[in-house]
Nanobody
């Protein structure tokens, strides 16, 4: 079972910033490609940002230049720095192992991000 705990969400005004964290319990964290995903009401879950074992990153077009994904393998923690937030960024944000997503595996509880004035 995937054991990932997301935190750092909240209510922020447009233009604001948030930093999400994802604490992993598996020792394989450092050997896994990871991703941040989000699901807005009435929409499918989508990949927001990914980071490989080697640190290569990729982003959805909608967040490029605003979001930054990073990882600390020693702490087994994944981060998502979100700047210049927009109302359309409102969603529940999840982290997961890319291989778990590909296999149709389970998800954590996520963290709610709400952008509103």
């Amino acid at each position: 079972q995937v054991q990932l705990v997301e935190s750092g969400g909240g209510l922020v005004q447009p233009g604001g910033s948030l930093r999400l964290s994802c604490a992993a319990s598996r020792s394989t964290f450092s050997r896994s490609d990871m991703g941040w995903y989000r699901q807005a009401p009435g929409k499918q879950r989508e990949l927001v940002a990914g980071i490989s074992i080697g640190g290569t990153t990729n982003y959805a077009d909608s967040v490029k230049g605003r979001f930054t994904i990073s990882r600390d393998n020693a702490k087994k923690t994944l981060y998502l720095q979100m700047n210049s937030l927009k109302p359309e960024d409102t969603a529940v944000y999840y982290c997961n192992y890319r291989w778990v997503v590909a296999a149709g595996g389970s998800w954590g509880q996520g963290t709610q991000v709400t952008i509103s004035s």
